[in-house]
């Protein structure tokens, strides 16, 4: 499947997200951390094979430096995750 790593990528991200809005695990996961790990996907040419990938990565990042809540970026990167699936088929 195209965009297999950049999958792979938001999922882990999406992962990190979900663990800090449920509040999961004793560490502490801080807004760097999330900012690093959409970086990770960004970093990866793939999100340019399919519209929008990289526009809801970038928004992502752009949510989690202003503070938005973490459900939202999750929101976010979602849609990245469902526009590569759709462009993948």
Known sequence: MAGRAAAERIRRAI??????ADEAGD?????????EAIRDCLELGEVDDVPNVRRYLGEARDA???GMPADFVAMTLYA???A???GSR
């Open 64 to 66: 989690v430096s202003d």
């Open 84 to 86: 590569l699936r759709e």
């Open 80 to 82: 990245a995750l469902g």
């Open 27 to 35: 560490e502490e996961i801080t807004p760097t951390e999330i900012a």
């Open 15 to 20: 992962a990190l997200v979900n663990s800090v």
